[in-house]
DNA sequence: TACGATTTGACAATGATTCTCACTCTGAGA
DNA sequence: TCTCAGAGTGAGAATCATTGTCAAATCGTA
């Protein structure tokens, strides 16, 4: 019985988001992704900007995660948990793994009871190109 | 030379705001507050919960976080530097330290050059009294 | 009590995100 | 290749937390 699923393929304009995330390296906003593509020549919908970035989100496929102010900015990671260490000048990024932070907090969350327990960590600073060159 | 610096003392409306954040014990939002503070027969603006909040926040006196979806919520913690431990059902939350996670961070943004370090780190779960009692 | 400075709050403005819905595209089937 | 239902798109409206505005209220000091 061959289940029939449609074989989707991404759309232009979802390859576009995706694309324009994977070049970039840092963390952008949907609004910002949607404006480089539009630099870009591109033509894609601010709509399906926001829709194509949740959906890789929640694929697993981009990480997410809130400025200061409450932005949504999206990152195109390797796959796997992992945190960030991020430079709040110019945004370069580092992936970075820490297994005793893992355990760490699931100890401390099962001393306490909590079940299902997940967490988030990030490391913000400024990077070595930005230290020094007073650059903005 | 007596400096003449006015004898503030927090308002009516600041205290009304701080009070409620210290009976609540969760994290709250600004939205939130001004609604409790309606119900609770005290009168105070929206902007004014806004303007206090952030004041407070600024001056260390409540700890600040994001939720899932951008929002800012506000808690009356211990002074000093801690994590936390919230419950996703209830809202429920235990101040954390980690010594070691403090250094490691520090070192691992050391190892990449990376100066000016902050972090933010949150563990979420569910807590015993919403565990089974499937409470929504 | 009078006065300048601070604080307040109703309301408007902002801005990111979501919703709507008519239109377009795609792929399976004929 | 032709058709059609369903998925995807996008311009614009709607939502909603947060911030800005500014005249009126309040406070502290002299
Ligand atoms: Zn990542
Ligand atoms: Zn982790
Ligand atoms: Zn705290
Ligand atoms: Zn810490």
Redesign the pocket.
Known sequence: MTT???????????QAVAAMLEQTGAFA???SVHARLREAGE??????????L?ALADAGEVDVL?TD?????YRACEPGHHHHLVCRSCGRTVEVEGPAVETWTDRVAAEHGFTEVTHTLEIFGTCTSCTGTHSR
């Open positions: 029939r699923r449609p074989t989707r393929r991404p759309t232009r304009q979802q906003s949907a609004q033509t894609v919908g601010l709509a399906t900007v926001y829709r194509t949740q809130r102010d409450g932005e949504a900015v």
